[in-house]
Protein backbone atom coordinates (compact mmCIF):
# COMPACT_ATOMS: atom_id res chain seq x y z
CA UNK A 1 0.00 0.00 0.00
CA UNK A 2 2.97 2.33 1.03
CA UNK A 3 4.35 1.66 -2.71
CA UNK A 4 1.24 2.37 -3.99
CA UNK A 5 0.61 5.83 -2.51
CA UNK A 6 3.95 6.53 -3.88
CA UNK A 7 3.24 5.64 -7.20
CA UNK A 8 0.38 7.91 -7.00
CA UNK A 9 1.75 10.89 -5.46
CA UNK A 10 3.98 10.35 -8.35
CA UNK A 11 1.83 10.33 -10.74
CA UNK A 12 -0.28 13.25 -9.63
CA UNK A 13 2.89 14.98 -9.32
CA UNK A 14 3.73 14.66 -13.12
CA UNK A 15 -0.26 15.44 -14.47
CA UNK A 16 0.02 18.27 -12.44
CA UNK A 17 2.98 19.85 -13.91
CA UNK A 18 2.62 18.65 -17.03
CA UNK A 19 4.10 21.10 -19.95
CA UNK A 20 6.98 21.75 -17.05
CA UNK A 21 10.76 20.46 -16.36
CA UNK A 22 8.96 19.02 -13.55
CA UNK A 23 6.15 16.62 -15.47
CA UNK A 24 8.21 13.81 -16.16
CA UNK A 25 9.98 12.89 -12.59
CA UNK A 26 10.46 9.36 -12.57
CA UNK A 27 11.08 9.86 -8.24
CA UNK A 28 10.29 12.02 -5.26
CA UNK A 29 12.15 12.73 -1.90
CA UNK A 30 9.65 11.24 1.05
CA UNK A 31 10.40 15.43 2.22
CA UNK A 32 7.55 15.61 -0.55
CA UNK A 33 4.62 13.62 1.64
CA UNK A 34 5.30 16.06 4.24
CA UNK A 35 3.89 19.15 1.93
CA UNK A 36 0.72 17.51 0.09
CA UNK A 37 -1.51 19.00 3.06
CA UNK A 38 0.24 22.53 1.67
CA UNK A 39 -1.29 22.21 -1.53
CA UNK A 40 -4.84 23.00 -1.97
CA UNK A 41 -7.54 22.71 -4.89
CA UNK A 42 -9.51 25.37 -5.99
CA UNK A 43 -12.00 25.27 -3.06
CA UNK A 44 -9.61 25.85 -0.95
CA UNK A 45 -10.65 22.81 1.78
CA UNK A 46 -9.41 19.51 -0.39
CA UNK A 47 -5.65 19.33 -0.40
CA UNK A 48 -3.36 17.24 -2.61
CA UNK A 49 -3.30 14.21 -0.33
CA UNK A 50 -6.93 14.50 0.08
CA UNK A 51 -7.37 14.02 -3.93
CA UNK A 52 -4.60 11.33 -3.78
CA UNK A 53 -6.38 9.33 -0.87
CA UNK A 54 -9.69 9.56 -2.60
CA UNK A 55 -8.07 8.10 -5.87
CA UNK A 56 -6.64 5.02 -3.95
CA UNK A 57 -9.81 4.05 -1.99
CA UNK A 58 -11.18 3.69 -5.29
CA UNK A 59 -9.36 2.01 -7.16
CA UNK A 60 -8.52 0.11 -3.83
CA UNK A 61 -12.19 -1.34 -3.65
CA UNK A 62 -12.87 -1.94 -6.91
CA UNK A 63 -9.95 -4.48 -6.29
CA UNK A 64 -11.42 -5.70 -3.43
CA UNK A 65 -14.88 -6.00 -4.89
CA UNK A 66 -13.41 -7.99 -7.28
CA UNK A 67 -12.05 -10.34 -5.63
CA UNK A 68 -14.55 -11.19 -3.53
CA UNK A 69 -18.02 -10.32 -5.23
CA UNK A 70 -18.73 -10.91 -8.88
CA UNK A 71 -22.56 -9.46 -8.77
CA UNK A 72 -22.48 -6.93 -11.84
CA UNK A 73 -24.77 -4.57 -9.34
CA UNK A 74 -21.18 -4.25 -7.32
CA UNK A 75 -19.55 -2.43 -10.71
CA UNK A 76 -22.19 -0.29 -10.93
CA UNK A 77 -20.83 3.13 -10.74
CA UNK A 78 -23.82 4.85 -11.25
CA UNK A 79 -25.15 2.99 -8.16
CA UNK A 80 -23.82 5.84 -5.42
CA UNK A 81 -24.32 3.58 -2.34
CA UNK A 82 -22.75 0.85 -4.01
CA UNK A 83 -19.88 3.37 -4.85
CA UNK A 84 -19.88 4.50 -1.28
CA UNK A 85 -19.84 1.31 -0.44
CA UNK A 86 -16.61 0.70 -2.12
CA UNK A 87 -14.65 3.56 -1.24
CA UNK A 88 -15.43 2.92 2.47
CA UNK A 89 -13.65 -1.19 2.08
CA UNK A 90 -10.91 1.05 0.14
CA UNK A 91 -10.59 3.06 2.87
CA UNK A 92 -10.04 0.52 5.41
CA UNK A 93 -6.96 -0.74 3.20
CA UNK A 94 -5.68 2.60 3.19
CA UNK A 95 -6.11 3.39 6.95
CA UNK A 96 -4.54 0.55 8.01
CA UNK A 97 -1.49 1.84 6.91
CA UNK A 98 -0.08 2.85 9.83
CA UNK A 99 -0.40 -0.53 11.89
CA UNK A 100 1.57 -2.03 8.68
CA UNK A 101 4.41 0.39 9.31
CA UNK A 102 4.27 0.46 13.46
CA UNK A 103 7.89 -0.83 13.21
CA UNK A 104 8.70 2.52 11.36
CA UNK A 105 7.47 4.62 14.06
CA UNK A 106 9.23 2.67 16.76
CA UNK A 107 12.24 3.17 14.58
CA UNK A 108 11.66 7.14 14.41
CA UNK A 109 11.87 7.59 18.05
CA UNK A 110 15.41 5.37 18.46
CA UNK A 111 18.47 7.75 18.86
CA UNK A 112 20.91 6.58 17.11
CA UNK A 113 23.99 8.04 18.45
CA UNK A 114 22.90 7.14 21.91
CA UNK A 115 22.66 3.33 20.51
CA UNK A 116 25.57 3.24 19.09
CA UNK A 117 26.96 4.83 22.44
CA UNK A 118 25.43 1.64 24.36
CA UNK A 119 27.00 -0.48 22.34
CA UNK A 120 30.62 0.49 22.75
CA UNK A 121 29.72 1.31 26.41
CA UNK A 122 29.41 -2.87 26.23
CA UNK A 123 32.36 -3.79 24.24
CA UNK A 124 34.68 -1.46 26.34
CA UNK A 125 32.82 -3.16 29.46
CA UNK A 126 34.19 -6.30 28.19
CA UNK A 127 37.28 -5.58 28.38
CA UNK A 128 37.48 -3.94 31.89
CA UNK A 129 35.73 -7.32 33.04
CA UNK A 130 38.49 -9.19 31.17
CA UNK A 131 40.89 -6.89 32.96
CA UNK A 132 40.01 -7.48 36.52
CA UNK A 133 40.23 -10.96 35.67
CA UNK A 134 43.92 -11.12 34.78
CA UNK A 135 44.67 -9.32 37.63
CA UNK A 136 42.34 -11.74 40.20
CA UNK A 137 44.31 -14.13 38.65
CA UNK A 138 47.91 -12.44 39.30
CA UNK A 139 46.79 -11.40 42.72
CA UNK A 140 45.17 -14.68 44.61
CA UNK A 141 45.50 -18.11 43.67
CA UNK A 142 43.46 -19.73 46.66
CA UNK A 143 40.47 -21.53 45.88
CA UNK A 144 37.98 -19.06 46.62
CA UNK A 145 39.54 -17.14 43.73
CA UNK A 146 40.24 -20.09 41.25
CA UNK A 147 36.12 -20.72 41.33
CA UNK A 148 35.48 -16.99 40.79
CA UNK A 149 37.56 -16.74 38.01
CA UNK A 150 36.10 -20.17 36.62
CA UNK A 151 32.35 -18.74 36.97
CA UNK A 152 34.28 -14.96 35.06
CA UNK A 153 35.54 -17.05 32.28
CA UNK A 154 32.46 -18.75 31.60
CA UNK A 155 30.36 -15.16 31.86
CA UNK A 156 33.55 -13.88 29.18
CA UNK A 157 33.13 -16.25 27.00
CA UNK A 158 29.43 -16.14 26.44
CA UNK A 159 29.46 -11.79 26.58
CA UNK A 160 32.11 -11.98 23.83
CA UNK A 161 30.15 -13.86 21.47
CA UNK A 162 26.96 -11.73 22.10
CA UNK A 163 29.18 -8.51 21.78
CA UNK A 164 30.76 -9.43 18.58
CA UNK A 165 26.77 -10.18 17.02
CA UNK A 166 25.54 -7.34 18.54
CA UNK A 167 28.41 -4.97 17.22
CA UNK A 168 27.82 -6.92 13.93
CA UNK A 169 23.99 -6.25 13.89
CA UNK A 170 24.43 -3.00 14.69
CA UNK A 171 27.04 -2.47 11.55
CA UNK A 172 24.75 -4.21 9.45
CA UNK A 173 21.64 -2.28 10.59
CA UNK A 174 23.14 1.33 9.85
CA UNK A 175 24.18 -0.29 6.85
CA UNK A 176 20.81 -1.37 5.24
CA UNK A 177 19.43 2.23 6.70
CA UNK A 178 21.94 4.15 4.52
CA UNK A 179 20.96 2.15 1.72
CA UNK A 180 16.86 2.41 2.04
CA UNK A 181 17.96 6.27 2.77
CA UNK A 182 19.70 6.52 -0.64
CA UNK A 183 16.87 4.40 -2.52
CA UNK A 184 14.19 7.07 -1.17
CA UNK A 185 16.80 10.17 -1.47
CA UNK A 186 19.56 9.67 -3.60
CA UNK A 187 22.22 10.25 -1.56
CA UNK A 188 22.68 9.78 2.13
CA UNK A 189 25.85 12.14 2.24
CA UNK A 190 23.00 15.13 3.50
CA UNK A 191 21.55 12.47 5.95
CA UNK A 192 24.25 11.56 7.88
CA UNK A 193 23.98 13.99 10.87
CA UNK A 194 20.28 11.95 11.48
CA UNK A 195 20.74 8.83 9.39
CA UNK A 196 17.64 7.40 10.35
CA UNK A 197 15.39 10.98 9.69
CA UNK A 198 14.19 8.80 6.85
CA UNK A 199 11.81 6.74 9.48
CA UNK A 200 10.74 10.46 11.31
CA UNK A 201 9.36 11.67 7.47
CA UNK A 202 7.50 8.64 7.68
CA UNK A 203 6.11 8.69 10.78
CA UNK A 204 5.38 12.40 10.49
CA UNK A 205 3.62 11.34 7.07
CA UNK A 206 1.88 9.00 8.75
CA UNK A 207 0.53 10.75 11.19
CA UNK A 208 -1.34 13.19 8.43
CA UNK A 209 -2.02 10.08 6.35
CA UNK A 210 -4.39 9.05 9.44
CA UNK A 211 -5.79 12.34 9.77
CA UNK A 212 -6.78 12.88 6.16
CA UNK A 213 -8.39 9.05 6.03
CA UNK A 214 -10.75 10.22 8.91
CA UNK A 215 -11.69 13.50 7.34
CA UNK A 216 -12.54 11.23 4.10
CA UNK A 217 -14.27 8.79 6.00
CA UNK A 218 -16.56 11.46 7.53
CA UNK A 219 -17.57 12.71 3.80
CA UNK A 220 -18.69 9.23 3.11
CA UNK A 221 -20.57 9.15 6.06
CA UNK A 222 -22.22 12.71 4.85
CA UNK A 223 -22.32 10.96 1.31
CA UNK A 224 -24.59 8.25 2.68
CA UNK A 225 -26.90 10.29 4.85
CA UNK A 226 -27.18 12.90 1.82
CA UNK A 227 -27.87 9.65 -0.96
CA UNK A 228 -30.73 8.60 1.60
CA UNK A 229 -32.66 11.59 0.56
CA UNK A 230 -33.91 11.32 -2.62
CA UNK A 231 -32.87 14.76 -3.78
CA UNK A 232 -30.28 16.14 -6.97
CA UNK A 233 -28.95 19.84 -7.10
CA UNK A 234 -29.33 21.88 -10.12
CA UNK A 235 -27.21 21.92 -12.87
CA UNK A 236 -25.68 25.22 -12.13
CA UNK A 237 -24.71 24.39 -8.42
CA UNK A 238 -22.90 21.41 -9.44
CA UNK A 239 -19.53 22.53 -8.07
CA UNK A 240 -16.26 21.74 -10.07
CA UNK A 241 -13.21 19.91 -9.39
CA UNK A 242 -11.18 20.99 -6.60
CA UNK A 243 -8.04 20.17 -8.91
CA UNK A 244 -9.09 20.92 -12.74
CA UNK A 245 -5.94 20.41 -13.99
CA UNK A 246 -6.32 16.82 -12.76
CA UNK A 247 -9.80 16.56 -14.97
CA UNK A 248 -8.49 17.80 -18.10
CA UNK A 249 -9.65 21.56 -17.70
CA UNK A 250 -6.07 22.75 -16.40
CA UNK A 251 -6.15 26.56 -15.28
CA UNK A 252 -3.41 29.23 -15.38
CA UNK A 253 -0.15 27.76 -13.54
CA UNK A 254 0.52 28.94 -10.01
CA UNK A 255 3.72 28.13 -7.50
CA UNK A 256 1.48 26.20 -5.37
CA UNK A 257 0.32 23.59 -8.24
CA UNK A 258 4.22 22.53 -8.79
CA UNK A 259 5.46 19.63 -6.08
CA UNK A 260 9.02 19.55 -6.71
CA UNK A 261 9.19 16.05 -7.80
CA UNK A 262 13.31 15.02 -8.54
Known amino acids: MFLKLLEAVLKTGNRMNVGTNRGDAQAFKLDTLLKLVDIKGTDGKTTLLHFVVLEIIKSEGTRLAQM ?7 HDPSLLLD ?8 LEVVSGLGGELMNVKKAATVDSEALSSDVAKLARGIIRVNEVLQLNKEAAMNETSNR ?5 NTFLTK ?3 EIV ?3 SQESGTFSRVKELTEYFHGNSAKEEAHPLRIFMVVR ?3 TILDQVCKEV ?12 RVSFAPVNQIMPPPFPELHG ?9 DIALI
Open 159 to 161: AEQ
Open 249 to 257: TRESSSDDE
Open 83 to 90: DVGLRKRG
Open 217 to 228: GKINERTIISSS
Open 204 to 206: DFL
Open 165 to 167: RIQ
Open 148 to 152: FSESM
Open 68 to 74: TDTSAKT
